[in-house]
């Protein structure tokens, strides 16, 4: 099923493809609606607000640019994702923000709490809310979450966008932040443990 799903996603892409380099201004339209919010999100992750809009605007107009070296071999959702992401890694060092999207942490402690693929190896504790929408549902909770995660470092705001809200593999993330998987998941593991961390102290007073 997931195979014929990835399938059916490649035409789809080879069709948005071919409308947009034929100049067809709904196949593009269609693409911005598609994955613009997601470019942003990414954008936002690795550079923070302020520049997560022009982030996005520029690997637009780079990937309208490079559309013939599209290949397919990626989605058409990983290939712009890469490309914001670069765009505001290159951003990021202009700025001269040097914040690392890697980091030297000893890992052997770590690897053992996910299994191959980066998912949790056991249940963990405190991340016990049912589903996205029951975090929502309540608005102190979301203003605590959506704090907590404006305080992460960048390259922990990256990896936790990529792979818990945007849905994108392990491997995936790896190529477009250029880190190791055992770094890629110990930076998920701290990002979610913050956030548990504060989950738990809110839930304590109730």
């Not at 929408?133 to 992460?152: G, H, K, P, R, V």
């Amino acid at each position: 099923m997931t195979d014929q799903l990835q399938r059916q996603d490649f035409i789809n892409d080879a069709a948005l493809v071919e409308g947009m380099l034929d100049g067809d201004s709904a196949s593009f339209e269609m693409a911005v609606a598609l994955y613009h919010p997601t470019m942003v999100n990414i954008a936002k992750a690795i550079i923070g607000e302020a520049f997560a809009e022009e982030i996005a605007q520029d690997a637009w107009i780079s990937a309208i640019r490079s559309l013939t070296e599209f290949a397919g071999r990626s989605s058409l959702r990983t290939w712009l994702i890469q490309i914001t992401a670069n765009a505001a890694k290159t951003r990021l060092r202009r700025e001269k923000r040097q914040v690392s999207l890697d980091e030297n942490w000893q890992t052997n402690e770590m690897e053992d709490r996910f299994d191959h693929s980066g998912h949790w190896g056991e249940p963990v504790s405190q991340w016990d809310l049912e589903t996205p929408e029951a975090i929502l549902a309540n608005s102190e909770l979301s203003d605590i979450i959506s704090q907590t995660f404006e305080q992460l470092p960048p390259q922990q705001q990256a990896v936790l966008t990529l792979y818990d809200l945007e849905g994108e593999s392990m491997s995936d993330i790896c190529n477009i932040l250029d880190i190791s998987a055992s770094n890629a998941r110990v930076l998920l593991h701290r990002a979610r443990s913050t956030i548990q961390q504060k989950i738990a102290q809110y839930q304590d007073h109730f």
